[in-house]
C-alpha cells in the first residue's frame, strides 16, 4: 500500500513546529534571564548607552514578570 501525501500539510506541520519553538522561546525564563546579563554586559562594556540599557532592562524585567505569573497559574504554551 503506497502512503498518501496530501499537498501543504508538511508545510503546516512546518509551521506549526516553528511557532512552538518560537513560544519556548519567547517564554523561556532562562532565556530572559541571560539576555538581560547580556544587555548589563553590553552596557558595562560601553556598547550601549545608559538609557538603552534602563530601557531594555524594562522591557525584559517586565517580560519575566508576566512569564513567571503565566508559569505560576501552569499556563501551557504547547
Do not use: C, H, W
Amino acid at each position: 500500500m503506497m502512503g498518501v501525501s496530501v499537498p501543504g500539510l508538511n508545510l503546516f506541520s512546518t509551521l506549526e513546529l516553528v511557532k512552538d519553538l518560537a513560544y519556548k522561546e519567547l517564554y523561556d525564563p532562562e532565556i530572559i534571564r541571560n539576555e538581560i546579563k547580556e544587555n548589563r554586559m553590553l552596557y558595562e562594556f560601553g556598547d550601549i548607552s545608559e538609557e538603552a540599557y534602563n530601557t531594555r532592562k524594562t522591557e525584559l524585567m517586565n517580560q519575566l514578570e508576566q512569564v513567571q505569573k503565566l508559569l505560576n497559574a501552569n499556563v501551557s504554551f504547547l
